[in-house]
């Protein structure tokens, strides 16, 4: 991606803000547009870059406005747009669904239009593995027919089928990336629907106990953000996949939230268990044989590091 434009959306967000860092440690000379408008993502620091551009806008207003032309014209030819803004996590939004849809959908279909009309070769949407719901092939390939079990999970869903239309339709080359429970460095440790590791890592500094809800065997595939940035890369970089393409980006294995609170160590507090999937596991084949990808890190020993930062 040396010498290219490139956007990204939610940029001071965890894996966002991530992964600027990562393509200013790789390539020399790349022009990044920031599109963020700081409602969840709070992380400022990308923008001492000097190749970074912030524009500060609420993706779900991006329809046929001034702003919208603005942004249209600053993206005109830009080699790809890594769409990670998005409101996440299962629980709020199954409180409050239609906040969340302005968003995960109203928002990802404005910038699809943006990037039909200003001639982006690559969108790379970020899905989830919460398409899946509740599962019982494991691991779970993406030709797995998706029962969501949010509002979250259905609207990613969505995203993903407009996702395949424009491409069908606007031969705009997108690629769907299905991520796998996210943990690492600039984690979220806020909120009480928040990461699982993030929500951890909170309790165990304030010396609380670490809550499970239910009996704590559920179990999870979690994916290292370093492995999902590289999944990124791959998928704008990568010229032989077919449009309207779907991965899963997951370890390949998994597993249950009580040895995640067994490894942070002290007391557990279990609480009434919530509407979630008995476990998240990918099969990840496609991406390692299509892409090139190959997952580097396991949770289990990157927290022997972490909880004793």
């Known amino acids: 991606m040396d010498n290219k434009k490139i956007i990204v959306t939610g940029s001071s967000g965890f894996i966002g803000s991530n992964f600027i860092k990562k393509i200013n440690s790789i390539y020399k000379n790349v022009e990044i547009i ?15 870059y000097k190749n970074t551009k912030l524009i500060e806008v609420d993706i779900s207003t991006l329809y046929n406005t001034s702003i919208t032309k603005e942004i249209t014209a600053q993206c005109e030819d830009a080699y790809a747009m890594f769409h990670f803004a998005a409101r996440a996590r299962v629980q709020p939004s199954i409180i409050n669904p239609n906040l969340f849809n302005a968003v995960n959908v109203t928002g990802t279909l404005n910038l699809l239009e943006i990037c039909k009309n200003a001639n982006v070769k690559n969108f790379i949407f970020s899905s989830s593995s919460s398409i899946y719901g509740n599962t019982s092939i494991y691991p779970t390939p993406e ?8 509002p979250y999970g259905l609207q990613k869903q969505i995203g993903e089928q407009y996702c395949k239309l424009y491409s ?20 979220p440790t806020e909120g009480p629907y928040n ?6 890592t909170k309790l165990k500094k304030e010396g609380k106990p670490l809550v499970i809800y239910g009996d704590g065997n559920q179990r999870r595939d979690f994916t290292h953000v370093d492995d999902v940035i590289q ?7 990568n010229n032989n996949i077919k449009p309207a393409a779907v991965f899963n ?8 939230v ?8 002290g007391p557990i507090e279990y609480l009434p268990p919530r509407i979630e999937p008995k476990q998240t596991l990918a099969d990840n084949n496609k991406a390692k044989e299509l892409l090139g990808w190959t997952p580097k890190y396991n949770v289990l020993e990157w927290l022997n590091g972490h909880i004793n930062l």
Do not use: Q
């Open 143 to 150: 030709t797995e027919e998706g029962c969501p079990l949010s």
């Open 249 to 256: 980006i997951g370890r390949g294995s998994n597993v249950s």
């Open 258 to 265: 009580k040895s995640i609170a067994k490894a942070f160590g």
């Open 34 to 48: 920031c599109i963020e408008d700081f409602s969840t993502g709070l992380n400022k620091d990308i923008y001492k």
């Open 195 to 200: 990461l699982l590791i993030g929500i951890y």
């Open 168 to 187: 069908r339709i606007h031969n705009l080359k997108t690629v769907c990336l299905r991520y796998f429970n996210v943990y690492g460095p600039g984690m």
């Open 231 to 237: 999944g990124n890369i791959l998928a704008a970089t």
